[in-house]
């Protein structure tokens, strides 16, 4: 079982910069595969952001070249730097853990933090 706590949200003028970090409890982060998402105000969640086990990084366009996700694993913890923050960036941000292989497969059980808000004013 894993616990994913997350941190860093707050309220950040455009153009601004904000950190998230999500500490991991419960098991090593070695074996997981990491991902950032967020949630505007409506039903739908969206990836942000993700990172593989040996630290190949992948992002969606909306946040390409804004956003740099990191991970550190002796500190068990997940980064996200978010630069040249939007209005439209403006949602609950969530990270999650999944073991997978080295080449990226997952399997098993997704674990979830309860987020952490951000929001953008233009």
């Known amino acids: 079982q894993v616990q994913l706590v997350e941190s860093g949200g707050g309220s950040v003028q455009a153009g601004g910069p904000l950190r998230l970090s999500c500490v991991a409890s419960?098991?090593?982060?070695?074996?997981?595969?990491l991902d950032w998402f967020r949630q505007a105000p409506g039903p739908e969640r969206e990836g942000a952001a993700t990172?593989?086990?040996?630290?190949?990084?992948n992002y969606f366009a909306a946040v390409k070249g804004r956003f740099t996700i990191s991970r550190n694993n002796p500190k068990n913890s997940l980064n996200l730097q978010m630069n040249n923050l939007r209005p439209d960036d403006t949602g609950m941000y969530s990270c999650?853990?999944?073991?997978?292989?080295?080449?990226?497969?997952?399997?098993?059980?997704?674990?979830w933090g309860r987020g952490t808000q951000v929001t953008v004013s233009s």
């Open positions: 419960g098991d090593s982060i070695n074996a997981y595969c």
């Open positions: 990172i593989e086990r040996p630290g190949f990084a």
């Open positions: 999650k853990a999944q073991r997978c292989s080295a080449s990226g497969a997952r399997f098993g059980q997704e674990y």
